[in-house]
């Protein structure tokens, strides 16, 4: 029988401190597997669709095919399904709501990452786009350190002051905070390089797709940058966006590894994902697991 999880399912199957795990376990083996690839097109309008594939883990015996659609001004901005099939023969085990999945394994990753990067002392967190993905990353990053104070920027102030103290600006909110959170639908810059300083982190999560950015090149090339996938990166995130060279770029894996240090220098710290197939399977089977066994989880006969 193939399981049918929705957000309400997914959410409360979710275990954050197992999946933070895997995802630390993932980024420091899934370069042994096969290259991720993630296959977008625009639509005739304003929404953007993306299947990301394959979705693969040492040690886990099922994948993941994400097939997602985007639409900016609808609510949720994100739809779609995570097909969740067994390793071995290809069976379905299960549908997942992909809005749910996508907001929280990017803010998981994204939490992992920030805490990695941001220096051990820095406790004030800036959220500039105060959605659902920001949201998702801000509760990850307090289960991994103290957040003594929240500034929040967004377009919408009601929506800001849901999260923390609402500021005026997206600039306003760097500047009261040692911790930068953007998660955003921008395609022109948000921060310039002036809003830089030592000891500052900034998690960038809006280079998902060509087009979009939040920050500079000016900002990008003065800071330590720190990227998911360098090759993904050059395709069709911010190494693309910003014209960079992968060399400028440290993969989060040599961070996590021990390979290359946190922070080597005192320059401003800027990590920017573009979201890889194995870190939905990271949340989806886990999951998966845990919902095997919950009441009230639908299920369906798919042969």
């Given at each position: 029988m193939t399981l049918l999880l929705s957000r309400a399912d997914v959410e409360a199957a979710l275990d954050i401190p197992a999946v933070l795990a895997a995802l630390d376990a993932g980024f420091r083996t899934a370069d042994r597997l096969p290259a991720a690839q993630r296959v977008g097109a625009r639509l005739p309008g304003p929404g953007t669709a993306m299947c990301l594939v394959p979705g693969l883990l040492p040690d886990v015996p099922a994948y993941t095919v994400k097939v997602n659609a985007k639409f900016p001004a609808a609510t949720p901005a994100l739809r779609g399904i995570v097909c969740l099939h067994a390793l071995t023969d290809g069976e379905l085990l299960a549908l997942l709501d992909s809005a749910s999945v996508t907001a929280w394994r990017t803010g998981l990753a994204a939490a992992l990452a920030t805490h990695a990067l941001a220096p051990q002392e820095a406790r004030t967190v800036a959220?500039?786009?105060?959605?659902?993905?920001?949201?998702?990353?801000?509760?990850?990053?307090?289960?991994?350190?103290?957040?003594?104070?929240?500034?929040?920027?967004?377009?919408?102030?009601?929506?800001?002051?849901?999260?923390?103290?609402?500021?005026?600006t997206a600039r306003a909110a760097v500047e009261a905070a040692d911790?930068?959170?953007?998660?955003?639908?921008?395609?022109?810059?948000?921060?310039?390089?002036?809003?830089l300083r030592p000891g500052l982190h900034l998690t960038s999560l809006g280079f998902d797709e060509p087009g979009k950015t939040e920050l500079s090149p000016a900002l990008l090339r003065a800071a330590r940058l720190v990227v998911d996938d360098p090759a993904l990166a050059s395709v069709s995130?911010?190494?693309?966006?910003?014209?960079?060279?992968p060399a400028h770029a440290?993969?989060?894996?040599?961070?996590?590894?021990?390979?290359?240090?946190?922070?080597?220098?005192?320059r401003a710290t800027v990590y920017a994902p573009i979201g890889l197939p194995w870190q939905d399977l990271a949340l989806a089977w886990p999951v998966y697991l845990a919902a095997r066994s919950a009441p009230g989880v639908s299920s369906f006969d798919f042969h």
């Open positions: 959220v500039i786009g105060a959605g659902a993905q920001n949201r998702t990353a801000l509760r990850a990053l307090r289960t991994l350190r103290p957040v003594d104070q929240v500034y929040a920027y967004d377009l919408d102030p009601r929506r800001a002051a849901a999260v923390g103290e609402a500021v005026p911790i930068v959170l953007t998660a955003t639908w921008s395609r022109e810059p948000l921060l310039d390089a002036d809003v995130g911010v190494l693309h966006s910003s014209g960079l060279d440290t993969p989060l894996a040599d961070v996590l590894r021990g390979a290359a240090p946190a922070r080597p220098d005192d």
